[in-house]
DNA sequence: GGAAATCCTTGATCCGGATCAAGATTCTGG
DNA sequence: CCAGAATCTTGATCCGGATCAAGGATTTCC
């Protein structure tokens, strides 16, 4: 079965007509190799994108290093947030880290479906509440001094996330050096 | 003219007559004085809250430490955000700095006036997108390294945070000690 | 399959922010 | 207005994570 119209009904609880709809929209595919950029600062987001296959990450560049402060892999949603609601240039970067195939919809399409289909403005809403919760325990796991519970807290809540991203990203994600991490995770 | 009137026809752009049904939901006034607790950990917010006048701060503990994520001033909103959109215990506590005095309405009332609405549900969709706009900026500021230049980035985003709020809870919500934030202060 | 690039680990050193302490200042509430 | 509490400042010391370095292990992709 197509793993996106199972994604709008399992994930986004979208009724079978509705998720059937709007899978039409969901087009423009994209194949990205590992390296490859899905949006770049300073560009304005202009796709909500679905990851069929593959996994990236988000970050910005900050004196010449580069933060990241996001993952995006199979079977999930990923865009650059502020840019595509406020329809402004991306602070971000979203690179491949593998292979990754995606289908996206346009900002301009998606915004139009929210008006038709009252369903799929609720489980936007959602979305974004869910994103705004997970900010929020995100936001503790940052202010956690020590950089063990950081670990611990992440490993708890998302111990795929090891099995799917080089440590290196992971070590920034979590503010630390990889040298740190790496001391501290056995 | 009523403050809070004002805040739905300013801030959140509802029509005057929608502006004014709802005021009447906006009852059970409370008052604080200085240390008095307006939402405690463990307790499920039942409550969205328009402060009239006064300061507040929103902060968590870990262990022994309280480790401050907000603030609340005259003429914004208030609440535990998680709680009251999960329903369920918040790990907050919502605490005011002086004498405040609030206005609320009850989460089923709210819950029930956004169905009929939808000018105020848009809104609602609105907060929610910004406070998710808000705490991926607060979580760039958190991930930046130098006490200085958080300190700098908060300055430059909200200012009047510094003739509101007591440095010592500031300190905590840039993670830092108060002697680191005063000793780069001047 | 194999060379090259990338990533991970371990060790040694350094430094900036935390901690501890004490005094000065400001704020609070009766 | 005044006493006591809370907050802010400044100084001295300490410590844990960053940095620098190098070798080993994996991964990538022609």
Known sequence: MNPLYRYFQEQLHLPAEEAAALLRFWQKPRSLRRGDFLTRKGQVEQHLYYIQEGT???????????????????????????????????DYYLQALGPTELLGITRTDFYRLLEHYPRLESAWRRMVEEALLGRIEREIDLLTVSPRERIQRLLNRSPHIFQLIPNKYIASYLRMTPETLSRNMR
């Open 56 to 90: 990236l990450i988000i970050f910005y560049d900050i004196e010449e290093n580069e933060q990241v402060v996001g993952f995006g892999y199979t079977d999930t949603m990923i865009l650059s947030v502020p840019s595509f609601i406020r329809n402004r240039p991306s």
